[in-house]
């Protein structure tokens, strides 16, 4: 994630701030077609989930010059979502309903300039929150043996941000193939 990326990330959510309320249910509906099989983990109703996800968004994409404040925020979020039962193998259809939700909206603002910087930013933040979701699943293992352990502070994990970036970058190399095959 570069200064750019942030510069790129930052304008093109401004655009989307008007209707940022309508993109939490478009964005549910391509999950849910994307990967019918993490349906049953949202319990909530989606209208109110989307809204929040959009607003959290919005707090993320406000806070990429903050590294300090936006770290801790992402990581108790991964916390939390170890309760949600979320695995890491559930970043990436949720990184592609995030990417074609901002196409569908942004339409042709979301260039592949503007889609590698939200890549980069949403790869970025996936790391935080899977470094989260460990922790949190550590919480939990211990509670569940009636343990109050504190949690190390995490470690940077190259090698699994590593594997994400060139997940991701395969997947959009694919994506623009067949763009361009259309
Ligand atoms: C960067 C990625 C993500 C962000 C920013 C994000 C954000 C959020 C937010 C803000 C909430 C509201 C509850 C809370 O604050 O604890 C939430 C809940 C939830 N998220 Fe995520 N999330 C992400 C990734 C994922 C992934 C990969 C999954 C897997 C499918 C997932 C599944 C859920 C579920 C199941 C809930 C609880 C919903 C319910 O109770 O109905 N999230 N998420």
């Known amino acids: 994630m570069t200064p750019d990326d942030i510069e790129k990330v930052q ?6 701030k008007p209707i940022l309320r309508s993109m939490g249910g478009l964005f549910y509906a391509n999950l849910f077609t994307i990967a019918p099989h ?3 983990l949202f319990k909530a109703n989606v209208d109110e989930q989307g809204r929040k ?3 959290t968004l919005g707090t993320v994409v406000s806070l990429l010059r903050h ?3 936006m770290g801790p ?3 108790s979020l991964g916390e939390r979502h170890a309760t949600y039962t979320v695995r890491e193998e559930y970043f990436e259809p949720v990184g592609q309903a995030l990417i074609a939700t901002l196409r569908q909206t942004l339409d042709e603002k979301f260039t592949p300039e503007v889609e590698l910087a939200w890549v980069n930013v949403y790869t970025a933040a996936s790391q935080l929150m899977q470094l989260g979701l460990s922790q949190g699943r550590q919480r939990l293992a211990n509670q569940q043996r009636g343990q109050l352990v504190e949690i190390q502070a995490p ?3 190259p090698a699994i941000r590593e594997v994400w970036w060139k997940r991701l970058l395969r997947l959009l190399r694919l994506q623009h193939l067949t763009r361009a095959d259309r």
């Open 11 to 16: 304008s093109s959510f401004n655009e989307l």
């Open 73 to 75: 925020a992402i990581i």
């Open 38 to 40: 993490v349906r049953p």
């Open 67 to 69: 590294p300090e404040k």
């Open 53 to 55: 996800l959009m607003e």
């Open 155 to 157: 470690q940077a994990a």
